[in-house]
Every structure is written in C-alpha cells, then in structure tokens.
C-alpha cells in the first residue's frame, strides 16, 4: 500500500485546509485509515482515525479530543482516498501531518489511536498556521 498526503500549505488562524490522502495498491487489505501530525520537537500526536473496509463499523470515526469538532475525516472508498477536514485552524496546529494505514483488524475504532497499529505511512505535508 502506498499514501499520499497533499493540501497543506501555509493559512492563518481561524482558516480552514483540507488534507488528502490518495491510497494505492493492495487497498482491500486496509481496515483503517488515520491522520497523526507532529511539530517540531514534539512526538506524533493522533489526530483522527476512520474505519474503512473489514467487518466492524465501516465509516466510525474518532478524534483526539482537542481537534473533535475542528476537523472531520471522511473518506471515499471509490476514490480510495481520505480527507482531513480543518477548521479553525490555530497556531498549535501547525505541524507535518501524516496519514495511515491498518491492516489490524479490531473491532473499535479507539484501537486506532496508536501509532503502532498502522503498517502504512505517506510522507507527511506541512500545515502552518501564522498567527
């Protein structure tokens, strides 16, 4: 499975970006699909994660609490890709997001929030929210 994140860019607070994340290969593999992002000196933080192919739930979403609200993921299985809704967008924002793929097969969509259960990363785009 290969990813591909695209749409960042430089915004100001209280604007909005949309992320996108093209999927290719052995798609029918994934279960779910996340977006982690990570400033500068920081660890990767969970974003949001969504259910996407399998038995459970197909279309459960979850958020870290900070960003519920904010930010909606969505995704388009025709299209294999997933999108990161951001809406008012705030300076702490600002960070390379990345989006993810699982092949683990569990059932809630919370297991989902670990980096260690996706087996596919793309290569992250920038978001910078100047103040």
């Known amino acids: 499975v290969q990813l591909q994140a695209s749409g960042g860019g430089p915004v100001q607070a209280g604007e909005s970006l949309n992320l996108t994340c093209a999927a290719s290969?052995?798609?029918?593999?994934?279960?779910?699909m996340g977006w982690f992002r990570q400033a500068p000196g920081k660890e990767r933080q969970f974003v949001a994660a969504i259910k996407w192919g399998g038995k459970w739930s197909v279309g459960s979403t979850y958020y870290e609490d900070s960003m519920r609200g904010r930010f909606t993921i969505s995704r388009d299985n025709a299209k294999n890709t997933v999108y990161l809704q951001m809406n008012s967008l705030r300076s702490e924002d600002t960070a390379v997001y990345y989006c993810a793929a699982s092949q683990r097969g569990y059932k809630e969509i919370a297991y989902f929030t670990s980096a260690s259960v996706y087996n596919y990363w793309g290569q992250g785009t920038q978001v910078t929210v100047s103040s």
């Open positions: 290969g052995r798609t029918l593999i994934i279960s779910s």
